[in-house]
């Protein structure tokens, strides 16, 4: 069975500090996507990445920066230089990739990330 | 564009009572996903339909039924309401691809609340 594991549960910093969640899964597929959701109050879940499980290249998109490690099955998120805006629940997800389409995402139980002023 | 809508926002409702949730999904998804958040969990897989049939379910009862349109937009019933049920309803929408991976795109939720 799929598991997704975020085992910090709440991270508190201070403005311009960097900051990193863990994600580790289980799966047992030799194809998956993996996944970084941010949620805000509004309660909305807002996509950051998609990384599918043939490419373990590291990608930076401005002060998010994500390390996917196969060998050790964990797909960690930085932020650089935190800000007040970056505070919210932050989920990773896997999902397996399936010839008919079919998706589904297992979220983990979220971190939530506080930056203070 | 607009992305993935949600009615309603809030909705209060009885125990044993019964209960719709509709969604809209973004310009050009075909598919719709709905999940189940409990207050400090993540979201939970409850089913996924396209071209108007359920393909997958989660591990959630028949009460939990849904359905949806020829415009891809979708409905969640939930019947014989429990407490338990109270918890932030979300939809997702996305594209099939040949290779079966794609981004869900997620709503902004119904939170749905049972006395």
């Known amino acids: 069975a799929q598991k997704v594991t975020q085992a910090q549960t709440e991270i508190s910093v201070v403005e311009k500090e960097d900051v990193t969640l863990d994600c580790v899964y289980e799966?047992?597929?030799?194809?998956?996507?993996l996944f970084w959701y941010k949620q805000p109050p509004s309660g909305e879940l807002v996509f950051l990445i998609r990384?599918?499980?043939?490419?373990?290249q590291n990608e930076i998109s401005g002060r998010y920066s994500w390390n996917f490690q196969k060998s050790t099955s964990s797909f960690n998120f930085t932020i650089t230089a935190s800000q007040v805006v970056d505070s919210a629940v932050y989920f990773c997800?896997?999902?397996?990739?399936?010839?008919?389409?079919?998706?589904?995402?297992?979220f983990g139980t979220g971190t939530r990330l506080l930056v203070s002023p | 564009d607009a992305g993935v809508t949600q009615s309603p926002t809030h909705l209060i409702k009885t125990r044993g009572q019964q209960v719709t949730l509709r969604c809209s999904p973004k310009?050009?998804?075909?598919?719709v996903s709905w999940y189940q958040q409990a207050l400090g969990q993540g979201p939970q897989f409850i089913f996924q339909?396209?071209?108007?049939?359920?393909?997958q379910r989660g591990n959630f009862p028949d009460r939990f039924s849904g359905h949806q349109f020829p415009n891809y937009s979708s409905e969640l019933n939930v019947n014989a309401l429990l407490l338990g049920d109270s918890a932030l309803y979300l939809c997702?929408?996305?594209?099939?691809?040949?290779?079966?991976?794609?981004?869900?795109?997620f709503g902004p939720g119904t939170r749905l609340t049972v006395t």
């Open positions: 997702a929408s996305s594209y099939w691809t040949s290779h079966g991976g794609y981004e869900q795109y």
């Open positions: 799966t047992r597929d030799t194809t998956y996507y």
């Open positions: 990384r599918n499980s043939f490419d373990e």
């Open positions: 997800a896997l999902s397996e990739a399936m010839n008919t389409g079919f998706q589904k995402l297992v």
């Open positions: 310009s050009g998804h075909d598919t």
């Open positions: 339909y396209y071209e108007e049939e359920e393909r």
